[in-house]
T-cell receptor, first 112, second 111 residues
Framework: KAGVTQTPRYLIKTRGQQVTLSCSPI?????VSWYQQTPGQGLQFLFE???????NKGNFPGRFSGRQFSNSRSEMNVSTLELGDSALYLC???????????FGPGTRLTVL | DQQVKQNSPSLSVQEGRISILNCDYT??????FLWYKKYPAEGPTFLIS?????DKNEDGRFTVFLNKSAKHLSLHIVPSQPGDSAVYFC??????????FGTGTRLTIIP
């Protein structure tokens, strides 16, 4: 089975721009979660989607949004980028509501 | 409020010896716990999990122990190998709640 894939792997943007990141979960997985990792901050939870509905949300501003499609693929959008948004953005999928999450390789976003 | 804590930011262990990584939690609702391993610039890799109905789960060189009364879990790696050098995260959840991660422990295996 193919693992979680994320595109693009690397992205460079400037302040004020917006960005869309994509995640394809493992086949059959219906839950997709997004995380932000910055040096010294660990893994910060952004949101989780299950069957196209946002089920959980972290403490991030409204500039961060997401959605999930009927094929379970998910996108994350960040508008009005700030320097502090530079981070590794990770997507994870899981089969069941309680079970291991499997992570993709991440998208490295750099905001200049 | 950090509900999952890994109080040791780093740990160094001689190759072949046992590595013990610790994790404490405060939320008594947590009933499912996981350990992940992460290399730089990669996504975390799932290692092992344990449900609160058990106190031990083993998978090859990896064993996770859960002490519910102390709200403490630990990951034992025996024997430690150079490829085990990475950052290890513990995580906890219950029901449909999100995974809550600890801040990680950097494990260095000394050849």
């Amino acid at each position: 089975k193919a693992g979680v894939t994320q595109t693009p792997r690397y992205l460079i943007k400037t302040r004020g721009q917006q960005v869309t990141l994509s995640c394809s979960p493992i086949s059959g997985h219906r839950s997709v979660s997004w995380y932000q990792q910055t040096p010294g901050q660990g893994l910060q939870f952004l949101f989780e989607y299950f069957s196209e509905t946002q089920r959980n949300k972290g403490n991030f501003p409204g500039r961060f949004s997401g959605r999930q499609f009927s094929n379970s693929r998910s996108e994350m959008n960040v508008s009005t980028l700030e320097l502090g948004d530079s981070a590794l953005y990770l997507c994870a999928s899981s089969l069941a509501s309680q079970g291991p999450q499997y992570f993709g390789p991440g998208t490295r976003l750099t905001v200049l | 409020d950090q509900q999952v804590k890994q109080n040791s930011p780093s740990l160094s262990v001689q190759e072949g010896r046992i590595s013990i990584l610790n994790c404490d939690y405060t939320n008594s609702m947590f009933d499912y716990f996981l350990w992940y391993k992460k290399y730089p610039a990669e996504g975390p890799t799932f290692l092992i999990s344990i449900s609160s109905i058990k106190d031990k789960n083993e998978d090859g060189r990896f064993t996770v122990f859960l002490n519910k009364s102390a709200k403490h879990l630990s990951l034992h790696i025996v024997p430690s190998q150079p490829g085990d050098s990475a950052v290890y995260f513990c995580a906890a959840t219950f029901g449909n709640e999100k995974l809550t991660f600890g801040t990680g422990t950097r494990l260095t295996i000394i050849p």
